[in-house]
């Protein structure tokens, strides 16, 4: 190739300039635009915003982070405009408002009195503000109790007090949960019952102290003292009620019985013909029928007899005489000085010159029927029967660690 002959240079021509609306200035006064007519109007605003944001990504040369920038420059002063403009509302009452206050504040009292709210007092919460709704009321609530509780599932509380303005059309009902007694005055201690000393006292008469103090017997818990009785359903110490006495109760003398307070009685039963008439000292401690107690056995002493001389329980017991004397013990062993015949027999031994002789004792035991008793109490002897206070038959037996227990036979 000829350099000579080389093609000229293209001709240089002037750069065209861009126009008006894709310059930076024009969209600088679109988003301008676009927060006063948020402050104007949300709706509007954020129309102009969405169209923004599209003539940022496409009109103007700008590199990307610019755009991304001027992106959420548009949002953000969408929110400010709209915040300001809503503040300006909210502080600037308009003139219809104006003109209602007035209007209201220059109405007579007859026509306040025209309609009044009726007294909700003692029905629940939630039907209270659907009445007062109903009316045209505003409605507020709060606790009526010192305790600020705050007041949530409307259903489940009872107004005590209502305060309603018929003028500005508005009612705020004082309330406490179902169940709690309302104060003397809003805001005032809950009246609660207080327990009162039925220990000592017959089933019956403890029921009338407590019906008297506003105590609910119906929720009263019933146990007994003793570890071979049954507690008593309130059916049954009703039936028997000047046989049951209290031993225990709880709560204790002068507390408060709220709507949480599990009240208990705890019951021992005797008449004339019971050994045993007096609460024990602890609860679930002792036996009301001794025979009862695994251990009332262990306790009482062998019956031992002798004859011929002298006897001892468990130890050794001589006697004797010589010369063709006898001589017997229990339980031990004797000793003769003279010649004879001696023969042992039953735990006794004798000895004489003649003919002597001795035998033991013998015992037998069986079991009795030991009236009512208490499922899984210890118990002795064994065979011996009973039944509960529900009347199922019961028997002693051994039970799994191998100790006599009252079990169903």
Not at 150 to 169: I, L, M, N
Not at 247 to 266: G, I, M, N, W
Not at 380 to 404: E, F, H, I, L, Q
Request: proline content about 8%; aromatic content about 6%; some cysteine.
């Amino acid at each position: 190739m000829n350099p000579y002959n080389a093609p000229p240079p293209p001709r240089w021509t002037p750069h065209r300039p861009r126009p008006w609306w894709r310059t930076t200035p024009a969209m600088l006064g679109l988003l301008a635009l676009m927060a006063v007519l948020s402050a104007v109007s949300v709706g509007l605003g954020f129309l102009v915003m969405i169209a923004a944001v599209v003539a940022v990504w496409v009109l103007p040369p700008w590199r990307w982070y610019a755009r991304l920038g001027a992106t959420f420059g548009a949002f953000l002063l969408t929110v400010i405009a709209a915040g300001i403009g809503g503040q300006l509302d909210d502080s600037a009452p308009s003139t219809t408002e104006a003109g209602a206050k007035n209007a209201a504040a220059s109405a007579s009292p007859k026509a306040s009195k025209a309609a009044p709210l009726a007294d909700y007092t003692g029905k629940a919460l939630d039907e209270a503000e659907k009445g007062a709704r109903a009316a045209g009321y505003t409605v507020g609530r709060h606790d009526a109790s010192p305790e600020g509780r705050p007041v949530a599932g409307r259903s489940a509380w009872t107004v005590c007090f209502q305060k309603a303005d018929a003028a500005e059309k508005a009612v705020v009902f004082a309330a406490v949960e179902d169940e709690e007694p309302c104060p003397a005055k809003d805001g005032g201690a809950l009246p609660w019952p207080t327990m009162p000393d039925v220990v000592g006292d017959t089933y019956n008469t403890a029921l009338k102290a407590l019906n008297h103090a506003g105590i609910d017997t119906a929720d009263v818990t019933l146990d007994d003292v003793y570890l071979d009785v049954d507690a008593p359903t309130a059916k049954q110490a009703a039936a028997k009620g000047d046989e049951w006495r209290v031993c225990f109760q709880r709560p204790a003398e002068d507390s408060d019985v709220t709507s949480t307070t599990k009240v208990r009685l705890d019951l021992g039963r005797w008449t004339d013909a019971d050994t045993v008439q007096k609460c024990p000292s602890k609860k679930n401690t002792t036996y009301k029928i001794p025979a009862n107690d695994p251990d009332h056995h262990d306790k009482t002493p062998d019956a031992r007899a002798t004859t011929g001389g002298n006897s001892t329980n468990g130890g050794a017991g001589t006697g004797g005489s010589s010369g063709g004397g006898s001589t017997s013990s229990s339980g031990g062993s004797s000793s003769t000085s003279s010649g004879g015949s001696s023969s042992t027999n039953g735990g006794s031994s004798s000895s004489s010159g003649g003919n002597s002789s001795s035998s033991g004792g013998s015992s037998s035991s069986s079991g009795g029927s030991a009236g009512t008793v208490h499922p899984g109490s210890f118990c002795s002897p064994p065979g011996a029967t009973g039944v509960t206070a529900a009347g199922t038959p019961m028997v002693c037996g051994p039970g799994s660690d191998g100790r006599n227990r009252w079990h169903s036979s």
